[in-house]
């Protein structure tokens, strides 16, 4: 009986998280900062911006990236301020950045591949 309530249970628990969107999961990555964690979601190859200065960067080349950002911008809260998508099919979401360095404007494009929305572009530009 308890095994198969525990296997009920992580069950559950495996659905919930991967029914997660990329958005939800990209937003939390950003509130703890993590460019580890970030770049999951990235595509092979990302745009990535910050105050207007970046090229594609492949997976390994934006953690670095984003790994020195959110060094140098320790994280105090990011939000989503907006959604929305494109009749293409991308998907944008625009959100506040609050660090104690100060604010960003961070412009996030997701684009379906294999089923699946990824960062495709990402641009962080100070307020």
Do not use: C, W
Not at 21 to 30: I, M
Not at 71 to 90: M, R, T
């Amino acid at each position: 009986m308890k095994k198969s309530l525990l296997l009920a249970i992580a069950l559950i628990i495996g659905i919930a998280s991967y029914g997660q969107s990329t958005t939800e999961n990209v937003k939390l990555a950003l509130n703890a900062g993590s460019a580890k964690e970030l770049i999951k979601y990235f595509n092979e190859v990302t745009e990535l911006k910050i105050d207007d200065s970046g090229a594609n960067y492949s997976r390994i080349q934006a953690e670095s990236v984003l790994r020195d950002f959110f060094q140098q911008n320790q994280v105090e809260n990011f939000d989503y301020i907006h959604k929305g998508a494109s009749p293409e099919g991308l998907k944008y979401n625009i959100g506040m950045y609050n660090a104690k360095s100060g604010t960003f404007r961070v412009v996030i494009l997701l684009k379906e591949i294999k089923g699946q929305y990824v960062v495709d572009t990402m641009n962080f530009n100070k307020e």
